[in-house]
T-cell receptor
Framework: EDQVTQSPEALRLQEGESSSLNCSYTVSGLRGLFWYRQDPGKGPEFLFT???AGEEKEKERLKATLTKKESFLHITAPKPEDSATYLC??????????????FGTGTLLAVQP | GAVVSQHPSWVICKSGTSVKIECRSLDFQATTMFWYRQFPKQSLMLMAT?????????EQGVEKDKFLINHASLTLSTLTVTSAHPEDSSFYIC?????????????FGSGTRLTVV
């Protein structure tokens, strides 16, 4: 069964304290791994898509990396405005028919000033 | 960038009434729209997938007679929660996939918080 697991469930950091969030997955036919940021009461905001092991993408203080079984979202010198829930999702399946995203339960990040 | 508008952002309704939620793609055509439900501290659960002009495909365990989905145009999909009950209270989010090929980053709406009292 396709599965996406995120850890930790919650993370509290001091401003400037770098850390990483983990997303491990077991799926058949990875077609893409997505990272989203979700603020309370809002829909997910797209951050990155990674397609193959070894791929890395960066945006401001965030960098996402991908291996064959997991992805990391590295946060460098975080600021309070980085506080949010970070969701990982996997697009899986062979062929062109499916566009079903499988989501993890997210990591709630709190950055304290 | 692609924008998906979802309305209303929150709604409170009485048990037994129906509520309609709209999802619009503002600057692109969406052949496929997805509807998700999210409970507190839980993952987004796909409810159904709708393709413009055809019937929606519902996920296992989702009552199609209770959650009516209409995707009548390339820019609008609606989710109607019929005869709502308190257990239907949740956060509902739509996601729209652009028509053009190769774009995997389908965009989410801003979500609708439904509270049934």
């Amino acid at each position: 069964e396709d599965q996406v697991t995120q850890s930790p469930e919650a993370l509290r950091l001091q401003e400037g304290e770098s850390s990483s969030l983990n997303c491990s997955y077991t799926v058949s036919g990875l077609r893409g791994l997505f990272w989203y940021r979700q603020d309370p009461g809002k829909g997910p905001e797209f951050l990155f898509t990674l397609y193959s092991a070894g791929e890395e993408k960066e945006k401001e203080r965030l960098k996402a990396t991908l291996t064959k079984k997991e992805s990391f979202l590295h946060i460098t010198a975080p600021k309070p405005e980085d506080s949010a829930t970070y969701l990982c999702a996997v697009l899986a399946g062979y062929g062109g028919a499916t566009n079903k995203l499988i989501f993890g339960t997210g990591t709630l990040l709190a950055v304290q000033p | 960038g692609a924008v998906v508008s979802q309305h209303p952002s929150w709604v409170i309704c009485k048990s037994g009434t129906s509520v309609k939620i709209e999802c619009r793609s503002l600057d692109f055509q969406a052949t496929t729209m997805f509807w998700y439900r999210q409970f507190p501290k839980q993952s987004l659960m796909l409810m159904a997938t709708s393709n413009e002009g055809s019937k929606a495909t519902y996920e296992q365990g989702v009552e199609k007679d209770k959650f009516l989905i209409n995707h009548a145009s390339l820019t609008l999909s609606t989710l109607t929660v019929t005869s709502a009950h308190p257990e239907d209270s949740s956060f509902y989010i739509c996601r729209a996939k652009p028509q053009r090929a190769g774009r995997a980053e389908a965009d989410f709406g801003s979500g609708t918080r439904l509270t049934v009292v």
